[in-house]
C-alpha cells in the first residue's frame, strides 16, 4: 500500500487527487472506493491507499485515514492602497498551494478533463512557475 496527502476532495463532484509520499504522479480518488465518510478527506488528510490502473490513469482504491491534518490557522489578507504603484512583487506559493490553486482552476473551468489531463496540464504549469522562480523550490 501507499501513503500520501490528499489535495483536494470535491464532495458535491465526489472526486479528488491524492499525492503519494513517494513524489509520483498524483493519483484520482473517487467517492466509491471510500469506506467511511468523504466529509473527512480535507487537504493535507494523510491517507494509505491501492493505486491500480483505471480508466483514465491511476485510480486510489482501497482508501484508509492515516492521519487528520490540523485546522490551518487563520490568515488575514491586509491590502493597501499606495496609489496604484506596482514594485513587480509577487505572492510566492508552495508547490502544494499552486497544485491545489491550479487543480481547482482546471476544475471550475472544464469539468469534464480527466485527472491524466489535469495531471498533465498541472505538471506543465509548475514546471513553468517553477522555471520563473514563481513557487518555492
Known sequence: MLTGKVIRFDEARGYGFVAPDTGS???????NDLSFDKRLLTPG???Q??????????????????????PAPRVTSHSHDDGGSDDGMCDIM??????????EALLAAVP??????????????????????????
Do not use: C, N, Y
Open 112 to 137: 469534464t478533463l480527466t485527472a491524466q489531463q489535469i495531471v498533465q496540464v498541472r505538471r506543465s504549469m509548475i514546471s513553468l512557475a517553477t522555471d520563473h522562480g514563481w513557487v518555492e523550490g
Open 45 to 47: 488528510t494523510r491517507v
Open 25 to 31: 504522479e498524483d493519483v484520482f480518488l473517487h467517492v
Open 94 to 103: 508552495s508547490h502544494s498551494e499552486l497544485t491545489s490553486e491550479v487543480t
Open 49 to 70: 491507499f491501492v493505486a491500480e490502473e483505471g480508466q483514465r490513469g491511476l485510480k486510489a482504491s482501497r482508501v484508509q485515514i492515516v492521519d487528520q491534518p490540523l
